[in-house]
């Protein structure tokens, strides 16, 4: 947690949230010391003019600070129960995924504004956790309607979660999809009397959506971070190696 004073008044940021990476995304909140101030600034709920008022060697290790929790860890890990207030969520298990969830996952992945849609995506992957089989935990049957309703819940998952989440899932989809293409092309070349329109259309389809997947993999997981991970790096450049005392 990071606690910092302004004015006779304490501030606080907890974690950076999927709800946080809408905000900075659509307020375009990339490069610059004002948009440094403006992150702060919604993280931590201190007023922006506030925060553009600190000196320098007071503004300098508050942003350091904050840059930690956008790192990417190097191995970061998939969570596979979670707890979002108090409500218990178990990861799906992948040897068990059915159709209809790998369907609407795909459609938010490439949806126009998947940017915005993670959250969609998060509910499809946790479901609640309905008991326990000896160690291993069960999880509610898929409901693509429930799904929907507690989308939102998801707004409030921690930064790290969700990237271990989604990075693991599009790695899982995208060699379900090979397994299907690499499949249908074996079968079409035994059997190339039995090819139809639709065997076609369905090989098509697919080949063009593991590309897509690929985009949409960038989109969900990249576009968003990597911008801030660039910004954040364009901001390391210009601080000082040795942090100051910060004064309120």
């Avoid at 935990?137 to 309703?149: F, G, L």
């Avoid at 601080?239 to 309120?248: A, F, H, I, Y």
């Amino acid at each position: 947690m990071i606690k910092f004073s302004i004015k006779g008044e304490t501030y606080s940021i907890e974690k950076i949230r999927v709800r946080d990476l809408y905000v900075i995304k659509e307020k375009q909140w990339f490069e610059g010391t004002a948009s440094a101030a403006g992150i702060i600034s919604h993280l931590s709920g201190c007023p922006e003019e506030d925060i553009r008022g600190l000196k320098p060697y007071q503004f300098i290790p508050l942003w350091q600070e904050v840059q930690k929790l956008f790192e990417v860890k190097e191995d970061n890990p998939l969570h596979t129960e979670i707890k979002i207030g108090d409500k218990h969520y178990g990861l799906l298990h992948m040897d068990e995924i059915t159709v209809g969830e790998l369907a609407d996952a795909e459609i938010i992945m490439h949806s126009p504004n998947a940017d915005y849609k993670t959250h969609e995506l998060l509910a499809i992957l946790y479901r609640p956790v309905t008991g326990y089989w000896g160690k291993t935990y069960v999880i509610e049957e898929y409901d693509s309607k429930k799904a929907k309703d507690r989308a939102d819940e998801f707004l409030d998952m921690d930064l790290d979660v969700m990237r271990g989440a989604t990075a693991f899932f599009l790695s899982f989809a995208e060699h379900c999809t090979k397994v299907i293409v690499d499949s249908l092309k074996l079968e079409m070349k035994k059997n190339p009397e039995k090819v139809n329109q639709l065997s076609q259309t369905l090989l098509e389809l697919l080949e063009a959506g593991r590309t897509s997947s690929t985009s949409a993999r960038t989109r969900i997981l990249s576009d968003l971070t990597q911008q801030l991970d660039s910004m954040l790096e364009q901001h390391s450049t210009i601080l000082p190696e040795k942090e100051t005392k910060q004064e309120g």
